[in-house]
T-cell receptor, first 113, second 113 residues
Framework: GENVEQHPSTLSVQEGDSAVIKCTYS??????FPWYKQELGKRPQLIID?????GEKKDQRIAVTLNKTAKHFSLHITETQPEDSAVYFC????????????FGTGTRLQVTL | KAGVTQTPRYLIKTRGQQVTLSCSPI?????VSWYQQTPGQGLQFLFE???????NKGNFPGRFSGRQFSNSRSEMNVSTLELGDSALYLC????????????FGQGTRLTVV
């Protein structure tokens, strides 16, 4: 089955700096890659997703890149703010099992003032 | 539009007991997936129901089971509880279209003592 590895497990940046979180997946059939943000005590919420027919997607300060050949995808957050502090999870699935998300182990992002 | 609702929010059970958790998906969503979240294992897929049928299943023992009703509401049951079953159980609902966003509920925090 699919296996998703995520790095780093913790990341501390200063406010205004950029943060990058990287994930690799094993199943070449995977074609949908969402990123979720989970604040302490709250539910995971989708912040951005990308499909395998696209190499990059941006939404304001957040961007995701996908390299299908290398089977890795990354989350980029620019101009970080304290409210970006949370745990971020990458996930992968393919449309045949679209509701079965395989998650990475999470990255705890701390944005310091 | 109401979000995904899980009940109860918190549960304390004794080893050997059984427990039933409930999930009401977003109106119109026919897919409900269940995940177990623990600090050590992260988010792990339990199973998915679509139109009252189990469509996908993760690698959990048979003590974990579920069902879905005609109104798409889903229940998850865990029998013969073990200490290791203590976790946050999250359900997610999504539409029938593959590769679409999964919306998570706030979860049920199960503690087994």
């Amino acid at each position: 089955g699919e296996n998703v590895e995520q790095h780093p497990s913790t990341l501390s940046v200063q406010e205004g700096d950029s943060a990058v979180i990287k994930c690799t997946y094993s199943d070449s059939a995977s074609n949908y890659f969402p990123w979720y943000k989970q604040e302490l005590g709250k539910r995971p919420q989708l912040i951005i997703d990308i499909r395998s027919n696209v190499g990059e997607k941006k939404d304001q300060r957040i961007a995701v890149t996908l390299n299908k050949t290398a089977k890795h995808f990354s989350l980029h957050i620019t101009e970080t703010q304290p409210e970006d502090s949370a745990v971020y999870f990458c996930a992968a699935t393919h449309t045949g099992t679209a509701s079965k998300l395989t998650f990475g182990t999470g990255t705890r992002l701390q944005v310091t003032l | 539009k109401a979000g995904v609702t899980q009940t109860p929010r918190y549960l304390i059970k004794t080893r050997g007991q059984q427990v039933t958790l409930s999930c009401s998906p977003i109106s119109g969503h026919r897919s409900v997936s269940w995940y177990q979240q623990t600090p050590g294992q992260g988010l792990q897929f339990l199973f998915e129901y679509f139109s009252e049928t189990q469509r996908n299943k993760g690698n959990f023992p048979g003590r974990f089971s579920g069902r879905q009703f005609s109104n798409s509401r889903s229940e998850m049951n865990v029998s013969t509880l073990e200490l290791g079953d203590s976790a946050l159980y999250l359900c997610a609902s999504s539409s029938a279209q593959p590769g679409t966003e999964a919306f998570f509920g706030q979860g049920t925090r199960l503690t087994v003592v």
